[in-house]
């Protein structure tokens, strides 16, 4: 089974179009104020109206009311939500759209606990924990903590690049890998060239 991509942090159309071309799987545009990707609803709109056919586009929140998700889902066409914050699964399953549950790898996460709660996700990201920020940094957690088993397609986040792609394709197998800044130029400004090396980088795999 061949790994997919998602491209998150989107704040531009031609950006979003060219990794559409490039032949992504998915796009996430960030809905969370305090991130420096952070996408308006206009502007997401514009981005998603801009997108050909068979593009998956994720929209991320970090425990924010439901009145604004509801408003983001009436106004803009997305098809997955993705939590990075500390939503109960009864909170993400509400809306009734797949969703996907992002985990902070922390020293001390049980994560069988959190497969078992979030039991009904379309996918459990994997990501760098930080104290500031909820995903993005460019870190990334020490693979061997990666699960060797999970009843859940895994996705991997964090520190990505085009040059660690392949290893971690290798090392930890996933279903997925979630890649921001490791495919910028700068900050919400992705690098063509950058994301056509990271989807090479997959392929090969």
Not at 7 to 17: K, M, P, S, Y
Not at 53 to 62: G, I, K, M, N, Y
Not at 140 to 147: G, L, Q
Request: proline share 5%; net charge neutral; glycine share 8%.
């Amino acid at each position: 089974m061949r790994t997919r991509v998602k491209i998150c942090g989107f704040t531009r159309v031609e950006d979003a179009v060219a990794a559409a071309r490039l032949g992504v799987d998915a796009l996430g545009l960030v809905f969370y104020p305090r991130s420096p990707r952070h996408v308006g609803i206009g502007q997401a709109s514009a981005i998603v109206r801009a997108l050909p056919a068979f593009v998956t586009v994720v929209a991320l929140f970090v425990d924010q009311p439901r009145s604004f998700v509801e408003e983001v889902l009436q106004r803009v066409a997305i098809d997955t939500l993705q939590f990075h914050g500390h939503e109960s699964a009864a909170f993400c399953r509400s809306f009734g759209r797949p969703y996907i549950k992002a985990i902070a790898m922390r020293e001390n996460v049980d994560f069988a606990a959190l497969e078992q709660e979030y039991h009904d996700a379309a996918g459990l990201l994997l990501d760098a924990w930080s104290p500031d920020a909820k995903g993005g940094t460019g870190s990334r957690f020490d693979w061997n903590r990666m699960p060797s088993e999970s009843m859940l397609p895994i996705i991997l986040a964090g520190g990505l690049t085009p040059d660690n792609a392949r290893q971690a394709i290798v090392q930890t197998r996933p279903y997925a890998l979630d890649v921001s800044s490791g495919v910028e130029a700068g900050k919400g400004i992705k690098d063509a060239v950058k994301m056509a090396a990271f989807l090479q980088e997959v392929s090969l795999q």
